[in-house]
Nanobody
Framework: QVQLVESGGGSVQPGGSLTLTCKTL????????MAWFRQAPGKEREGVAC???????RYTDSVSCRFTIFKDNARNTLYLQMNDLESEDTAMYYC???????????????????WGEGTLVTISS
């Protein structure tokens, strides 16, 4: 059973930074595409960033200049570095994974197979 465990959420002021971490358990991260999603209160879940098995990355437009997705395959860990945070970034953030590279090339990274429980990010002054 694949397990994903997120951490790193918290409350910061606008303009601040946070780094989210997703630890993968019971499988090796280099065989999987991985992504970060978020869901704000009253809104649908959206794909934020995706990294495939060749380490190519994709971002949703609203975060492309502020967020960076990367992973450390040796540590089986996915990261999301978030800078210049805005109130609109407030959401529950979820880590997801799928075998192969297909999902990262699809709209909203459709096809993710495994999900974490989420970590809450709150941006507030």
């Amino acid at each position: 059973q694949v397990q994903l465990v997120e951490s790193g959420g918290g409350s910061v002021q606008p303009g601040g930074s946070l780094t989210l971490t997703c630890k993968t358990l019971k499988y090796t991260a280099d065989k999987f595409s991985m992504a970060w999603f978020r869901q704000a209160p009253g809104k649908e879940r959206e794909g934020v960033a995706c990294i495939d098995i060749s380490l190519a990355t994709r971002y949703t437009d609203s975060v492309s200049c502020r967020f960076t997705i990367f992973k450390d395959n040796a540590r089986n860990t996915l990261y999301l570095q978030m800078n210049d945070l805005e109130s609109e970034d407030t959401a529950m953030y979820y880590c997801a994974a799928a075998r192969g590279s297909g999902p990262c090339s699809r709209h909203d990274y459709v096809g993710m197979e495994y999900w974490g429980e989420g970590t809450l990010v709150t941006i507030s002054s």
